[in-house]
């Protein structure tokens, strides 16, 4: 979803400028992304059709560099990977909600206030479920009583990603951001 993202949010755009791009977000450390790999991903989502080669393009006495733009079933395909990352909450996962953080401007204000909203209702459910693991770890007589921290420490990041989307939905209400059809917010000065 990140290269994808990546190539629809600055195409046309050839491997060199992603991978120095992604970079810069650190897609090394919070998507496990190695720079090398970004090649594989563009040859991957070509082969699937994702993308496709749109021309070269050359740079001083660089060599010519294939660049590379959105096709329709990759609009298709980024849309539904956003969509399903966005409804979705990973109980001990943080790589896909920073990834959709990095392309939800893609979709519209209101689905992402919605789906917000949402995802604070289901972290509650997520933390509650966890307090039943523990309460069963505790009752269990085979299951090592330090089992329980895994959900204490999948207890303790939902909270703090049910406070980013608390925060990110005041920040989305007060316009901070622009979506989907919408021209971007004044600059701050």
């Known amino acids: 979803m ?9 195409q046309p755009v050839h491997g060199y ?6 970079m810069t977000w650190h897609v090394d450390e919070w998507a496990n992304i190695q720079p090398g790999s970004i090649y594989n991903a563009l040859k991957s989502l070509k082969q699937d059709g994702y993308i496709e080669e749109s021309g070269t ?4 006495k660089r060599p010519e560099r294939t660049v590379y733009a959105m096709t ?22 943080t790589k896909p909600v920073m990834a959709l953080t990095s392309f939800m401007f ?3 204000r209101a689905e992402i206030v919605a789906a917000l909203k949402f995802r604070i209702a289901e972290i509650d459910a997520k933390i509650a479920s966890n307090g039943f693991d523990i309460n069963d770890v505790a009752k269990s007589t085979t299951t090592p009583a330090y089992v329980r921290e895994i959900f204490e420490l999948s207890s303790l990041r ?18 901070q951001y622009a979506f989907a059809g919408e021209d971007p917010p004044p600059a701050r000065s």
């Open 2 to 10: 990140v290269v994808l993202g990546a190539v629809r949010q600055f």
């Open 17 to 22: 400028f992603l991978r120095r791009e992604l």
């Open 57 to 60: 393009e050359a740079e001083g």
């Open 72 to 93: 329709a079933l990759g609009e298709v395909e980024l849309m539904r990977m956003l969509r399903q990352t966005l409804w979705t909450v990973e109980p001990f996962d």
């Open 106 to 108: 893609l979709l519209s």
């Open 158 to 175: 939902l909270r703090a990603e049910q406070q980013w989307a608390r925060d990110i939905y005041d920040r989305i209400c007060d316009g």
